[in-house]
């Protein structure tokens, strides 16, 4: 009899329900897996999870070739060093390697100090991993040196939130409410590639009769089904939101009551805006002042209204800032804390919300509290058992810690264990950072593939994933959402609760025993742990339990008690700052970190291609994926094109300040003149962020990967451009863009 198992796709932040057949797991959760043959799991529509209704992507549709062990790594693998050379990578039992990762974190822990370990988690991993994760870092290594990559996805929507509403939740609506909204403007998104079933909430929306604005410096798949298209300047954002406002003030748009009820800041948000007219703002830019006038009529006029942003705004120097201008624009016209209303991030990340609530980021622990709280401290402390004062203080974020890797002195750290991320392809300024993690004594990386990253690792440690493993995932919305196990993980394989209690018992944590800390491998049991550790916090997950989400089909945050309802829409009465109001943030405009000049005429913007996901580790080895999309390219403009005097398929090499990388062009007249696009999920020669700038916001931490300048060539005509420049990433060929494709 076939058996089937209700899970969700391993992929993005929308987390779609889906029904997987012909299910083989038998043994206990987070056990060494029995053998079995190559699964035959067939992905099956699931309509009645109401976020998808059953519709999948691509990538969603194909997520049953990630379970074939011949994409897998199913064995530890070590790499010997003599005399400070490095060897091979070789296979190694479990033991061998597991005491190799314990001796050598311990010994350079003992000559270095706790904080010369560090510890890089992902946005893909489940709330437990990420909880267990950053316990593990706090209670067995003892090191402030943990972060996540989804420092480089959300935290400066993160960020915004916080300042504007006092709590960070990617939607504080949920997506069903969309299309009952009047206006709504999408702020550097583009879900028709990175999540199209949720395209069906925007149609809707035009099908009630609202209005969608899209901003965005291309005409992307999305735009093109916007009512109105604005088509700024990469790290233009801040100013077209500043511009928005002062229409707002100037043509009487201000919701004068919910101004003076709900917020504070106003004048000070005012005044800023007031300094960027609508023909300031166009030479800003470079949005006709005829297309701002509309789009403020458009959105201030309307009764309910919402913006939504992603990448495109966020991941700049002043990202933080940027999403706090289109915030402010939300207050003013009193369109947020009401039904239909209000400013949402669309969150990238499978478990990009989930990730960044228990403890993987750097300044938190779990339930959104801060690691600089005595009293978050006392309660977190007490339910992992150990002395508060033990526990660290806040260490670096994403980039710096993983600019610190290898560096001499006291603030280097020398020793990384890496879960569930590729920072040589995902990393800003990636060249850079594969040096770094290169020069490190110890590089431990758990992944289900040979990345990239791991591709440099000391010891590879080979982990149990998605439809292998039972846990939780937070989507977008806040909806806490449950992954089944479905089938057993090839032979070889652990999981990563397994990984980290082994290592902690090699490290003298005991566990099991008492109100000694714990470290168990039972995913249900560590929610239950991390029930407990978030009770009272901002995310608060104290009622959640699993099998209220198997009968409620997920439950949002906040929910403390077991009775509670779960909070599908915040704000509504209050928000959640001291005195209940929202706060304007007194944000003006500046440029992007690097602004094109002679020597790098045009702008580089980065993103993402339907058919990769991220860091492309999975989905490159997918072949339905890479067949529809097998490599990197650069887009840009037929008239810019004619200008270099370069055709479709020419090899390009597009240079910044921090290398180079080469890849074919690919004409379009969606793209601005002055811009060039390139997606990032490709390593090798192709790689988009060896091109990047980590110039980073001074809030959020977060990298500036959606704007820096560049000079585009074709291949072959570059010698004559070298002057003044040091590329530190030369491929040897286009081809070379694939690098690490099929390399597991
Ligand atoms: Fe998976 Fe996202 Fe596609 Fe849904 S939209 S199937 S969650 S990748």
Same mark, same amino acid.
């Given at each position: 009899?076939?058996?089937?198992?209700?899970?969700?796709?391993?992929?993005?932040?929308?987390?779609?329900?889906?029904?997987?057949?012909?299910?083989?797991?038998?043994?206990?959760?987070?056990?060494?897996?029995?053998?079995?043959?190559?699964?035959?799991?067939?992905?099956?529509?699931?309509?009645?999870?109401?976020?998808?209704?059953?519709? #999948?992507?691509?990538? =969603?549709? @194909?997520? !049953?070739?990630?379970?074939? /062990? +011949?994409? &897998?790594?199913?064995?530890? %693998?070590?790499?010997?060093?003599?005399?400070?050379?490095?060897?091979?990578?070789?296979?190694?039992?479990?033991?061998?390697?597991?005491?190799?990762?314990?001796?050598?974190?311990?010994?350079?822990?003992?000559?270095?100090?706790?904080?010369?370990?560090?510890?890089?988690?992902?946005?893909?991993?489940?709330?437990?991993?990420?909880?267990?994760?950053?316990?593990?870092?706090?209670?067995?290594?003892?090191?402030?040196?943990?972060?996540?990559?989804?420092?480089?996805?959300?935290?400066?929507?993160?960020?915004?939130?916080?300042?504007?509403?006092?709590?960070?939740?990617?939607?504080?609506?949920?997506?069903?409410?969309?299309?009952?909204?009047?206006? #709504?403007?999408?702020? =550097?998104? @583009?879900? !028709?590639?990175?999540?199209? /079933? +949720?395209? &069906?909430?925007?149609?809707? %929306?035009?099908?009630?009769?609202?209005?969608?604005?899209?901003?965005?410096?291309?005409?992307?798949?999305?735009?093109?089904?916007?009512?109105?298209?604005?088509?700024?300047?990469?790290?233009?954002?801040?100013?077209?939101?500043?511009?928005?406002?002062?229409?707002?003030?100037?043509?009487?748009?201000?919701?004068?009551?919910?101004?003076?009820?709900?917020?504070?800041?106003?004048?000070?948000?005012?005044?800023?805006?007031?300094?960027?007219?609508?023909?300031?703002?166009?030479?800003?830019?470079?949005v006709p002042a005829a297309q701002l006038r509309q789009a403020a009529q458009l959105f201030g006029r309307a009764r309910t209204g919402m913006v939504l942003t992603a990448r495109g705004p966020e991941q700049q120097s002043k990202g933080t800032d940027t999403v706090g201008a289109w915030?402010?624009?939300?207050?003013?016209?009193?369109?947020?804390?009401?039904?239909?209303?209000?400013?949402?991030?669309?969150?990238?990340?499978?478990?990009?919300?989930?990730?960044?609530?228990?403890?993987?980021?750097?300044?938190?622990?779990?339930?959104?509290?801060?690691?600089?709280?005595?009293?978050?401290?006392?309660?977190?402390?007490?339910?992992?058992?150990?002395?508060?004062?033990?526990?660290?203080?806040?260490?670096?974020?994403?980039?710096?810690?993983?600019?610190?890797?290898?560096?001499?002195?006291?603030?280097?750290?020398?020793?990384?264990?890496?879960?569930?991320?590729?920072?040589?392809?995902?990393a800003p300024r990636a060249a850079h950072i594969a040096a770094r993690l290169a020069s490190l004594d110890l590089l431990v990386v758990s992944d289900l593939v040979l990345s990239e990253t791991a591709q440099l690792a000391d010891v590879v440690l080979p982990s149990a994933q998605w439809a292998e493993e039972t846990g939780t995932m937070t989507n977008l919305e806040g909806r806490v959402i449950l992954r089944q196990r479905a089938v057993d993980a090839p032979t070889g394989v652990r999981g990563d609760l397994w990984l980290l209690r082994e290592l902690a018992e090699r490290l003298g944590v005991k566990h099991g025993t008492g109100a000694k800390p714990r470290f168990d491998d039972d995913p249900e049991t560590v929610f239950e742990e991390l029930r407990r550790a978030s009770a009272g916090g901002q995310a608060d997950y104290a009622g959640i339990s699993y099998d209220r989400i198997r009968a409620e089909d997920g439950v949002f945050w906040p929910c403390p008690a077991e009775d509670h309802p779960g909070t599908p829409r915040l704000f509504l009465d209050a928000f959640a700052t001291p005195d209940g109001r929202a706060r304007f943030a007194p944000v003006t405009h500046r440029p992007a970190a690097e602004e094109p000049d002679a020597d790098y005429p045009l702008y580089l913007t980065t993103g993402r291609v339907l058919a990769q996901y991220q860091s492309g580790a999975q989905t490159r080895r997918v072949g339905a994926l890479n067949a529809a999309a097998p490599g990197p390219f650069v887009e840009l403009h037929p008239l810019l094109a004619r200008r270099l005097k370069v055709a479709e398929g020419d090899a390009l090499v597009v240079t910044s300040r921090r290398g180079r990388a080469v890849a074919p062009a690919r004409l379009t007249d969606t793209i601005r003149q002055d811009t060039v696009f390139m997606p990032f999920h490709w390593g090798g020669a192709g790689r988009a962020n060896t091109l990047t700038n980590p110039a980073l916001d001074p809030t959020s931490k977060m990298p500036e990967f959606k704007v820096c300048a560049v000079r585009v060539e074709a291949a072959g005509r570059t010698e004559t451009a070298e002057r003044g420049t040091q590329p530190q990433q030369v491929g040897a060929s286009a081809a070379g863009g694939t690098a690490g494709r099929g390399k597991a």
């Open positions: 009899m076939t058996t089937t198992t209700d899970t969700h796709c391993p992929y993005c932040s929308l987390q779609c329900g889906m029904r997987l057949a012909g299910a083989t797991a038998g043994s206990a959760a987070g056990a060494a897996a029995v053998p079995v043959a190559a699964p035959s799991v067939e992905v099956l529509e699931r309509p009645e999870f109401p976020v998808n209704r059953g519709a #999948l992507c691509g990538k =969603g549709q @194909n997520a !049953a070739a990630l379970l074939s /062990p +011949a994409t &897998r790594l199913t064995a530890p %693998l070590v790499r010997d060093r003599r005399e400070g050379r490095r060897g091979e990578l070789r296979a190694a039992s479990w033991e061998e390697a597991l005491e190799r990762v314990a001796d050598g974190l311990a010994a350079i822990r003992a000559e270095h100090g706790a904080d010369a370990v560090g510890v890089f988690g992902g946005g893909g991993l489940t709330n437990e991993k990420a909880y267990q994760l950053g316990k593990f870092a706090r209670v067995a290594l003892g090191t402030a040196n943990i972060d996540y990559n989804g420092r480089f996805c959300m935290s400066s929507a993160a960020a915004a939130n916080r300042i504007a509403f006092g709590i960070d939740r990617g939607l504080p609506f949920p997506l069903e409410d969309i299309p009952r909204t009047d206006c #709504l403007i999408l702020v =550097g998104g @583009n879900p !028709a590639e990175t999540m199209p /079933p +949720a395209l &069906r909430y925007f149609r809707e %929306l035009r099908e009630n009769g609202g209005t969608l604005i899209v901003v965005d410096p291309r005409r992307t798949r999305t735009a093109e089904q916007a009512d109105l298209h604005l088509q700024p300047l990469p790290g233009s954002d801040l100013a077209l939101a500043l511009g928005l406002l002062h229409l707002i003030v100037a043509d009487g748009m201000v919701d004068v009551d919910f101004v003076a009820e709900r917020t504070t800041g106003f004048e000070d948000a005012r005044a800023a805006a007031m300094a960027h007219w609508p023909e300031r703002v166009e030479r800003l830019t470079g915030i402010n624009l939300c207050l003013a016209s009193g369109k947020a804390g009401r039904p239909y209303s209000g400013y949402g991030c669309l969150t990238g990340q499978g478990n990009g919300q989930g990730g960044r609530e228990h403890g993987q980021k750097a300044d938190q622990l779990p339930g959104y509290r801060s690691i600089e709280d005595p009293a978050a401290r006392a309660h977190v402390a007490g339910v992992w058992g150990v002395d508060p004062d033990a526990l660290p203080r806040s260490g670096r974020s994403a980039y710096e810690l993983l600019d610190s890797l290898g560096r001499p002195g006291p603030d280097g750290v020398r020793a990384l264990l890496l879960m569930g991320s590729n920072p040589v392809v995902s």
